[in-house]
């Protein structure tokens, strides 16, 4: 069956430090792949997404490129401030962003001042 | 516009009751898919409602149902409840193909 697999923490970081977040997946087909991010105390809210290979998904500085050839969609942000404290959490759907979500076990990012 | 909201915001429960949430969907949207999300771990899909049937279900016992009203609001029904059951439940909905948007959730603490 479909998984992802990501880089799991806790990691914490200076703000204005450089932020890669690792996740790759095996699904069948073509899935669509999505970051959420869980802030304390809230429910999940995507940050962005990607539906076909090579396709860049971006949004409040992050950026997620699909990349069918090497099975990945690693998060990257070029710097980070004290407010993306969060969990962050990598997924797949095998159509739009309907169909049930399969996540990874999440990251838990805290930035320093 | 009011977002997915769901209810109680928390629960506390003995082992072996029965235990009902609740959930109203975004405005727009037909489709509600619940998940259950245990302390530090991704959530997992329970399963998934559209026009008021079960169209998706993912690997949980048939201790856990649902339903869907033609309003398109929501409730998950557990029964018999265990200690491993306690976890944040996350209701979602969507409407086509489109993404899903997520509700603030339910802590369920079993005891």
């Known amino acids: 069956g479909n998984s992802v697999t990501q880089m799991e923490g806790p990691v914490t970081l200076s703000e204005e430090a450089f932020l890669t977040i690792n996740c790759t997946y095996t699904a069948t087909g073509y899935p669509s792949l999505f970051w959420y991010v869980q802030y304390p105390g809230e429910g999940l809210q995507l940050l962005l997404k990607a539906t076909k290979a090579d396709d860049k998904g971006s949004n409040k500085g992050f950026e997620a490129t699909y990349r069918k050839e090497t099975t990945s969609f690693h998060l990257e942000k070029g710097s980070v401030q004290v407010s993306d404290s969060a969990v962050y959490f990598c997924?797949?759907?095998?159509?739009?962003?309907?169909?049930?979500?399969?996540f990874g076990k999440g990251m838990k990012l805290t930035v320093n001042p | 516009d009011a977002g997915v909201t769901q209810s109680p915001t928390h629960l506390i429960k003995t082992r072996g009751q029965q235990v009902t949430l609740r959930c109203s969907p975004k405005?727009?949207?037909?489709?509600v898919s619940w998940y259950q999300q245990a302390l530090g771990q991704g959530p997992q899909f329970i399963f998934q409602?559209?026009?008021?049937?079960?169209?998706q279900r993912g690997n949980f016992p048939d201790r856990f149902s649902g339903h869907q009203f033609p309003n398109y609001s929501s409730e998950l029904n557990v029964n018999a409840l265990l200690l491993g059951d306690s976890a944040l439940y996350l209701c979602?909905?969507?409407?086509?193909?489109?993404?899903?948007?997520f509700g603030p959730g339910t802590r369920l603490t079993v005891l």
């Open positions: 979602a909905s969507s409407h086509l193909l489109d993404e899903q948007f």
């Open positions: 405005s727009g949207h037909d489709t």
């Open positions: 409602y559209y026009e008021e049937e079960e169209r």
């Open positions: 997924a797949l759907s095998d159509r739009g962003g309907s169909e049930k979500l399969v």
